[in-house]
DNA sequence: AGTTAGCACTCTCAAACCTTGAGTGCCAAG
DNA sequence: CTTGGCACTCAAGGTTTGAGAGTGCTAACT
C-alpha cells in the first residue's frame, strides 16, 4: 500500500520534472495527477524518498528532483517503452529508405536520431571487429607499390597501401592472394590475427619478405583500424541546455570529441538486443557525469555489428528516447540486412 | 599626420579588445600604447573613427568596440603576418609527420589547427573535383556485381558497387577496363563526363548495357560523391565564448553541422595562396554573422586541392590566427605531395 | 591647426535591501 | 495512516544607491 504510492509518487515527480525541467513540489503533484491524497501525505512520502535517496531538494523551500538513482528506478521499472506512431515509424522507414550506401545510411540514421529526440546522436559505423572478410583483392600500385583491398560483409571496404623493397611478382600475387583468401575469407576479423600466425610458413623463402610485409599491413589493417568510425550529429541541441539550464556543455562537447570516449560509451552497451541507459554519474566519464546515455545495439538478431545512441541531459524523456533509439536501431539493421 | 594616429589608434583598439574582450577607452589607450598624446585627443580620434564606421560604443559611458569594418581595416593594412616560432614548426612538423594514410593526416589536421588557435578547425579533404584519376580497377563481386575502384592521386580511394542485369564477362571487363584507363588516367575529374560522352560507341551493341551501367556509375561518383568530405574539431572551445561573451554558440553549432555550409564557407577561400579572412557579417549565412572565418587552400602550388580554416569570434587574434593557419596548409600540402 | 586640461554628464555594474511566494516540516486532530 | 493548519526557510525578482568608468564639450594653450 504504502511502498505503491511511493513509487507512484516518484513516477510522478520524474515526469513532471521532465516536462517542466522545474522543482516539483506537493501541491502542483495532486493537482496534475490522481494520486486520491492530500499535499500532507505526499510531502510524508516525498520525505521518505528523499531519505531513500531517489530525489532531493535543491534548496529548502523548493519542490524535489529526482536523483541519478531515482531516474535509475524510473527506467528500471516505472516507464514502458511506448511504441512510436504508425506516423513516425512511416517517416523513419522513408527518410532511412532512401540511402544509397553505407556512408549514406550512417549520415542520415545521425540526423534522423538527432532531429527525433532533440539530442546529440552517435552512430558507429559497423564495427569491423564483429565483422567478417568477404573477400581480400590486391592492386599493384607501381613496382614496388601494391594496395591491399578488404572487403567486408558489412558494406565497408577497407584499403591499405604495403612498400615493397622487392619488385612485385605477378605470379607471387596470384598464389598470396589465393592462399590469403582462403584463410581469411568468411572469417571474423578477430580470428585473423590467430589464422595468419604461421601463415609465412608455406611460402618459399624468397617470397618471404613480400609475403611479410603484406601480411603485417593486414594485421595493422585489423587491429589498428579497428578504432572505429563514429559521426556525431545534433551538437547544436546541446546549446539549448545551456541557455535553459545551467549547466556547462563545454565538458559534454570535449568528451564527444574525444572518439575514445565515445567508443567506450557505445561499446559499454548492455549484450543484448534491448536498450542500454546509463544516468549520470554512471557514466564513467566526468564530463559526462549531468548527462544520460541511451544506446542500443544493431545488426543481426544475434550478431549487433555496432551501437548507436543519443547523450542527453539526465532529465531526458526516456520512455521516448528509448522507443526512439531501439526503432531506429531496428531499422538500420534491417537495411543492412538487405545488402 | 592626423590620418597616420587614427590608424594607429584603431590598431591599438583592435589589439586591446582582442587581449581583454572589454571596450577600451581613451585613458587605457595612452597607459598601454606610446601614443605621445593625452587621453582627450585620443577621443577626438575616437570619435572620428567612430563617425567612419570603425568602432562603436555599446552604451554612452563605455570603452568602444572594433565593427567588422574596424577589424577589415586592421586586417588588411595594420596586421602583418607573424612568423611562427621555430618551436611551434616543429611541433607541427613532427606532429603531422607521423600521420600514416590520408585520414590521418587530415584527422590529425584538423585537431592540430584546433589546438593551436584554440578555434573551431575545419579541414576539408582533397576535393575530388580538382584531382585526377590515377587508376581504375573492377573487382567482380558475385556474377552480377561489380565494384568499381578508383585511386586518386590525392591519395583517396573511392569505391561503389555496381548492379548488372546480365552476368559480367571477364574479357569485356578486362576490354573495357582497358579503354576507361586511357579515357580517364591522369585526367582531371571535371573533364571526366566529357571524356566519357560516347565512350560506348567503342563497344559493341550487345556489350552496351554494362558499359552503360559502368559509365553511369561512374559519373555517379563523379558529380555526387563531390559533395566533399569535410571534418571538423575543437567544437569545445565554442563553450567558452558562450560564457565569456554573451551571445548564443546555437545558431554557429547549427552552421556547422551543415555540410552545405562548410563547403561553401571553404569554397569561397579567395583562388590564391594566401590566406582569406571573412569578418562577421561578410559570412553570407546569419549564423556565422559574429564570427570570422579564416582560411587557406593546400595543395600544389597552382593547383590547390582544398581548403582549410577556423571559425571563431570576430575578436580573434587575426595575426596569429592567420598565420597558424598559413603554416598548417603548407604543411598539410607537403605533406600530401610527399606520397 | 591641433592639442590639452577641466568638468559636467551619462550610464552600467554591483551591492544592499526588501518583498513575495512557493514549498517544506511538524504537530495535533480526525 | 491521513489531513489541515501554521510557522519557518529560502530563492528569485525588483528597487535603491553609490561608485566608477568613460565620454563630449569648452576654453585655454602652443
New binding site residues.
Given amino acids: 500500500?504504502?511502498e505503491e504510492?511511493r513509487l507512484a509518487v516518484l513516477k510522478a515527480i520524474v515526469q513532471d520534472y521532465v516536462a517542466t525541467h522545474?522543482?516539483?513540489?506537493?501541491?502542483?503533484?495532486v493537482d496534475r495527477h490522481q494520486l486520491?491524497?492530500?499535499?500532507?501525505?505526499?510531502?510524508?512520502?516525498?520525505?521518505a524518498l528523499?531519505e531513500e535517496g531517489y530525489i532531493t531538494?535543491?534548496?529548502?523551500?523548493?519542490?524535489?528532483v529526482p536523483t541519478d538513482q531515482g531516474y535509475r528506478l524510473f527506467v528500471d521499472q516505472l516507464s514502458q517503452i511506448k511504441p512510436l506512431s504508425p506516423a513516425e515509424r512511416k517517416g523513419i522507414d522513408r527518410f532511412l529508405g532512401e540511402a544509397a550506401d553505407l556512408d549514406d545510411v550512417m549520415g542520415r540514421t545521425v540526423r534522423l536520431l538527432a532531429q527525433l529526440t532533440k539530442q546529440v546522436a552517435v552512430v558507429q559505423y559497423p564495427s569491423l571487429a564483429r565483422s567478417h572478410v568477404r573477400r581480400i583483392e590486391f592492386i599493384p600500385v607501381t613496382d614496388h607499390k601494391l594496395m591491399i583491398i578488404l572487403i567486408v560483409d558489412s558494406g565497408r571496404v577497407e584499403q591499405r597501401i604495403v612498400d615493397c623493397a622487392l619488385p612485385l611478382q605477378e605470379d607471387l600475387l596470384a598464389e598470396l592472394r589465393a592462399r590469403l583468401s582462403v584463410a581469411v575469407s568468411d572469417q571474423p576479423f578477430s580470428s585473423i590475427p590467430a589464422r595468419l600466425e604461421n601463415f609465412d610458413q608455406e611460402f618459399p623463402a624468397d617470397a618471404r619478405p613480400l609475403v611479410h610485409a603484406v601480411i603485417a599491413s593486414i594485421l595493422e589493417t585489423v587491429t589498428e583500424k579497428l578504432d572505429e568510425r563514429i559521426v556525431l550529429g545534433g551538437t547544436s541541441h546541446l546549446a539549448h541546455y545551456n541557455q535553459v539550464f545551467a549547466m556547462s556543455i563545454q565538458p559534454v562537447l570535449e568528451a564527444l570529441e574525444e572518439q575514445v570516449v565515445l567508443l567506450k560509451l557505445l561499446g559499454e552497451t548492455a549484450d543484448s538486443q534491448k536498450v542500454s541507459v546509463r544516468i549520470g554519474h554512471e557514466n564513467e566519464f566526468a564530463g559526462l557525469s549531468s548527462t544520460s546515455v541511451v544506446t542500443s545495439q544493431y545488426g543481426k538478431e544475434n550478431a549487433p555489428v555496432a551501437s548507436l545512441g543519443v547523450v542527453g541531459p539526465t532529465h531526458i524523456d526516456y520512455a521516448g528516447t528509448m522507443s526512439t533509439v531501439q526503432a531506429v536501431a531496428q531499422y538500420v539493421s534491417r537495411i543492412l540486412s538487405e545488402n
Fill in positions: 500500500m504504502l504510492r522545474e522543482p516539483v513540489g506537493s501541491k502542483g503533484l486520491g491524497v492530500s499535499p500532507a501525505t505526499i510531502r510524508n512520502d516525498m520525505a528523499e531538494a535543491p534548496h529548502t523551500s523548493a519542490g524535489r
